[in-house]
């Protein structure tokens, strides 16, 4: 796979990415680094912006700050896959709880015993239900 060097600086308000090999374009904001060297360097050479490999090195005022930039992005994505996860099983346990209710109604209980069943408010039971139902 081609991978090319990308060196980020920051010049007056912008974010300059030099792509060794291709040349320079600049960003605004920080977050949109990733996708827009993707599409320069994907406009400048007919490739597919998955196609191709990316070595960031972040720079600011001389100082190589690549590292301690890496670390974090890393740890931002790390943390992000694991909210991601976990809002997943989240919507697994409510469709569940869902179900729950639902079968301990159609069994005849109460919403009020269906809401001591899963572990939630009579009230909070009814709202469930009665957002099922629209």
Do not use: C
């Amino acid at each position: 796979m081609t991978s090319y060097d990308v060196t980020v600086t920051r010049d007056d308000n912008l974010w300059i990415a030099v792509v060794d090999g291709v040349g320079a374009t600049d960003i605004e904001h920080f977050s949109d680094l990733d996708v827009e060297v993707r599409d320069y360097v994907a406009g400048m050479t007919d490739a597919e912006p998955d196609d191709f490999g990316i070595h960031w090195r972040y720079e600011v005022n001389g100082r190589d700050v690549t590292d301690a930039l890496s670390r974090f992005m890393a740890a931002e994505r790390a943390l992000r896959d694991v909210m991601e996860a976990e809002a997943a099983k989240a919507a697994e346990r409510d469709a569940a709880r869902l179900d729950a209710i639902n079968a301990v109604r159609s069994a005849g209980l109460s919403q009020r015993v269906a809401a001591d069943v899963v572990g939630l408010s009579h009230q909070r039971v009814h709202q469930l239900v009665n957002s099922q139902a629209k």
